[in-house]
């Protein structure tokens, strides 16, 4: 299982910026997905899921404002981030929505993308 | 929103000591409770699911139990390689919320 994020980069303010997952090694469509984010020093925020069916649910701090998508032909999972703010920068990974004994878990993470947002 | 409130945000231990981090739940969340490892610089890697049952791979020396809202991750024996941060995460309902971490660091 490889999950590998791109995308992240410097941006001001009010801008927009899309994150990708490139996934490997597992039927990615089969899989709901979520993004989860770490702005420096701090603990992990979750940010988005999106199911296999691409149902999806967002963190009221993002609603509006965030869109996570999927393209199963690629294998990629997508994070459109716009109204950009600088609360907004962090690490943002991509992890894997597994199943274990009953339970939902995010059983595999990619390496992180990092956003900044600044003038 | 459920918050997850963990203890302690950090912790001093030494080789070969028993450590218990804990993370209390504002909502029932029934067995809906994982653990991750994170290393400097990479990503969380799934220690426990099910407040209970250790993922593949992961030494026989971390174990988790649950008292009531009260959700517990031991290490017995701890080694080098288990220093790092211990967020919880609970996975009953959306939004899926973490607990603030536990930064364990060797004497």
């Known amino acids: 299982v490889q999950l590998v994020e791109s995308g992240g980069g410097l941006v001001q303010p009010g801008k927009s910026l899309k994150l990708s997952c490139s996934a490997s090694g597992f039927t990615f469509s089969s899989y709901g997905m979520h993004w989860i984010r770490q702005a420096p020093g701090k603990g992990l925020d979750w940010v988005a899921y999106i199911s296999s069916s691409s149902g999806t649910v967002y963190a009221d701090a993002v609603k509006g404002r965030f869109t996570i998508s999927r393209d199963n032909a690629k294998n990629t999972l997508y994070l459109q981030l716009n109204s950009l703010k600088s609360e907004d920068t962090a690490i943002y990974y991509c992890?894997?929505?597994?199943?274990?004994?009953?339970?939902?878990?995010?059983?595999?993470w990619g390496q992180g993308a990092s956003v900044t947002v600044s003038s | 929103d459920i918050q997850m409130t963990q203890s302690p945000s950090s912790m001093s231990v030494s080789l070969g000591d028993r450590v218990t981090i804990t993370c209390r739940a504002s909502q029932d969340i029934g067995n809906y409770l994982s653990w991750y490892q994170q290393k400097p610089e990479k990503s969380p890697k799934l220690m426990i699911y099910g407040a209970t049952n250790l993922e593949d791979g992961v030494p026989s020396r971390f174990s988790g139990s649950r008292s009531g809202s009260d959700y517990s991750l031991t290490i017995n024996s701890l080694e080098s390689e288990d220093t790092g941060i211990y967020f919880c995460?609970?996975?009953?309902?959306?939004?899926?919320?973490f607990g603030g971490g536990t930064k364990l660091e060797l004497k």
């Open positions: 992890a894997r929505s597994g199943y274990r004994h009953h339970y939902y878990v995010m059983d595999a």
């Open positions: 995460l609970q996975h009953k309902q959306y939004p899926r919320t």
